[in-house]
């Protein structure tokens, strides 16, 4: 069993910033990718970074592109989602995911929750 535990969400102001950590525990696994995805009230999720485990290359929706960072601890099996300039339509329950393989992520935390005031 693979167990993602997300922390870090919380209430901020726009402008402000947050990082938000994902740490992987459970049985060892090949790890191709980790991703950050997101969730607004009636909206689809949405992948907004991800990075490639081995290269360490990273991708991002446009949305956050300049704003977020994603970026990896191998050693300690977690990956982080640096959040700065926050937005109130970055509001949203962010996810963590491992993709095992190319087909897609296999993997998924509980959520945290983060809610941005103007």
């Known amino acids: 069993q693979v167990q993602l535990v997300e922390s870090g969400g919380g209430l901020v102001q726009a402008g402000d910033s947050l990082r938000l950590s994902c740490a992987a525990s459970?049985?060892?696994?090949?790890?191709?990718?980790m991703g950050w995805f997101r969730q607004a009230p009636g909206k689809e999720r949405e992948l907004v970074a991800a990075?490639?485990?081995?290269?360490?290359?990273?991708s991002y929706v446009d949305s956050v592109k300049s704003r977020f960072t994603i970026s990896r601890d191998n050693a300690k099996n977690t990956v982080y989602l640096q959040m700065n300039s926050l937005k109130p339509e970055d509001t949203a329950v962010y996810y963590c995911?491992?993709?095992?393989?190319?087909?897609?992520?296999?993997?998924w935390g509980a959520g945290t929750q983060v809610t941005v005031s103007s």
């Open positions: 990075i490639d485990w081995s290269t360490g290359g990273t």
């Open positions: 995911a491992a993709a095992a393989t190319a087909r897609g992520y296999d993997y």
């Open positions: 459970g049985r060892t696994f090949s790890r191709y990718a």
